[in-house]
């Protein structure tokens, strides 16, 4: 009997070990198929077939919870980026992870996240955006208050007022028929009244800055206020009464000013000052009771930080609103007059918040309204809210591509046509730089145009052609190149506290901080020299620093007023730099002594790169590519030419005959509005 019970027992182990392998396998199939299916969606843009994917791990017996919360949040994702008409789908992902997996907190927060972008505080319908025009180019920057009309900048010609009629699509012109001379031509900015009948412009023609008003029919024309020498003053918001003109009034190079302007006689009442150039007032205006004034600007520093404030119309008890380290910018008050909207990276990428506000002072924490709004947007592309609090905007997409080809060096012949290679987003690629072994290609893509989330560090495969794109825990990448270990990318990168040099890791993504920012930092082949371009009261330097030591020398110094000696490169050894000075490129040690001329007078403006092998230093001027011996002698130019070249694009593969660059061919303009953007209640009433 003992010996049966011992059996029974060896053969319910057996069966609960097979059973719980049975199990570990299917969950590793569904890890499987996550990679799958986001290699899918990331490096091949199918996002049906990664959405395929992820339903066959939602339906994986043995996944895991949070493999299946997992895949229903990156399938949502997927159903967003197809497009509005998937929003449904993708909603209904989110829901299932917010209500099924309770247990997966952080993927949880995620699907919330989401929810809210999508949803928006606007009631059952949710959050819509809608496409009004694929071709929003010639749409002014100005959504009238009620909401019918876009109004354009005026006509430089002509002093007309051009207008899109938002309902039917239609563009008009209002006919200047006041006196116009020739002084008016010329003018930075303009504000339109709250009943859209008047307009306020600044003006330079040939004399001092002017700002002056005037019936949108062209009658009515008055100078308002006369700057004094080096003084220009720029409109920004009329007050509901239509009594005075917010305004900045700025004196280059020393303080900007936020003023009232009367517009019974022109008198000037300062707000609020900042004394040093580099802070600059974003965005301001009056809350629709023109009880309050709200502002924004970019503080001075490293990173620079912007935030929103109020105070009341008179100037006084200024206060900060949803403060944060992040950079924050107004957008506008809700047309009840509730609330303040704004702009902010806080969260890593650019989203639309609200504040709510009563009696000049915040109630309660900031709540996000839209996420992933875009840089792209941006508050300057922000044309403003119609009485509904439908928000209308501007959105611009960049366009381009990355190509290569081959170029026989000694002969300046092109061997393979330049041609375009695929890659994920359709944004010129940026600051290409080939790893020391030729095996891969470092570039910043670029989803969008600038800010986080629009510069990802990406290595592609020369071999395969396939992307990764590296996610270091920065908001910001610029000015990379590859570390003598030819594993990492030294760049200047921002964390949202601080701005600096590091050192990434291409595989782990992981960084380490290496001195204080610096403008195109290289490191050379001894693991420890830096070398970057530093600015000065006297203009900028190359210079270098040891990172064991901490100690900076200067290698040459700049002229103010000369060509950049900030486009620069380290020689393979990292022995000399090359640099544009007076007009001359030139080579020097890194030790010092007197630079070495190699030629001058083909360009005004070079970007160089030297070749791997230390023999020739590529000078690209614009659409030119030329070879110069790095000993001296004669420049030989490419028989390349390539007319929308981006900058810092063009590298040459180590074995000097492979090349590769990326073209800008502009960008795209569109305009949207959001929909149920805002509680109904509140913007009717």
Known sequence: MKNVRTALMVLALATVLAASFALAQKGDQAEVLLKAAANKALVDGDLNAAIELYKKVVAQPGATRAAVAKALVQMGQCYEKLGDAQAREARKAYERVVRDYADQAEIVAQARVRLAALGGPGGAGGLVARRVLTDASGVGRFLTADGKYISSNMDRDTGDVVRFEVASGQRSRITNRGPWTET????????????????????????????????????????????????????????????????????????????????????????????????????????????????????????????????????????????????????????????????????????????????????????????????????????????????????????????????????????????????????????????????????????????????????????????????????????????????????????????????????????????????????????????????????????????????????????????????????????????????????VSLNGGEPRELFRGLAKLYELRWTRDGRYIIARAGSEIWRVPAQGGTPLKLDLSVPRMERFSFTLHPDNRRFAFSVNEGSKSELWVLENFLPAAKSAK
């Open 184 to 587: 008016d031509k010329s003018y930075e900015n303009q504000a339109f009244s709250r009943d859209g009948k008047q307009i306020a412009y600044d003006t330079t023609g040939l004399g001092p800055h002017q700002l002056r008003i005037r019936n949108l029919d062209g009658s009515g024309l008055r100078t308002l206020y006369i700057c004094s020498k080096d003084q220009h003053v720029l409109p920004l918001d009329w007050s509901p009464d239509a009594g005075s003109i917010l305004a900045l009034r700025r004196v280059p190079s020393k303080a900007n000013e936020l003023t009232l302007i009367s517009t019974a006689d022109g008198s000037v009442r300062v707000l609020r000052s900042l004394t040093s150039a580099w802070n600059l007032f974003e965005r301001a205006s009056f809350s629709p009771d023109g009880r309050f004034v709200a502002f924004s600007f970019v503080r001075e520093g490293s990173p620079p930080q912007g935030d929103v404030f109020l105070m009341t119309a008179d100037g006084r008890n200024e206060v900060v609103v949803a403060g944060h380290p992040a950079e924050d910018e107004l957008l506008g008050w809700t047309p009840d007059g509730t609330s303040l909207v704004f702009l902010s990276d806080r969260s890593g990428t650019w989203d639309i918040w609200t504040v709510h506000i009563t009696g000049g002072k915040q109630q309660g924490e900031p709540e996000l309204l839209k996420k992933h709004f875009g840089i792209e947007t941006y508050y300057s592309n922000v044309l403003g809210f119609a009485p509904d609090g439908s928000l209308y905007y501007k959105t611009r997409t960049s366009s381009g591509g990355l190509y290569n080809g081959a170029v026989d060096l000694e002969t300046g012949k092109v061997l393979v046509p330049p041609a375009p290679v695929t890659t994920r987003y359709t944004g010129a690629p940026d600051e290409l730089t080939w790893s020391l072994d030729g095996r891969n290609l470092a570039y910043l893509s670029r989803p969008g145009l600038w800010g986080p989330g629009n510069n990802i560090l990406t290595i592609r495969s020369a071999a395969t052609g396939e992307e990764r794109f590296l996610s270091p825990r920065l908001r910001g990448v610029i000015h990379i190149s590859w570390a003598p270990d030819g594993r990492s990318i030294i760049a200047g990168g921002n964390t949202g506290t601080e701005s600096a040099i590091f050192r990434i890791d291409t595989e782990t993504s992981g960084i380490t901080r290496l001195a204080d920012f610096r403008w195109d930092p290289k490191l050379c082949p001894d693991g420890k020299t830096l070398v970057f371009v530093k600015w000065t009261t006297d203009g900028p330097i190359i210079a270098k620093r040891n990172l064991d030591t901490g100690e900076e020398s200067e290698v040459v110094k700049g002229i103010t007023g000369g060509t950049g000696t900030w486009h620069y490169d380290l020689s393979p050894d990292g022995r000399e730099v090359v640099f544009q000075l007076d007009g001359a490129v030139k080579t």
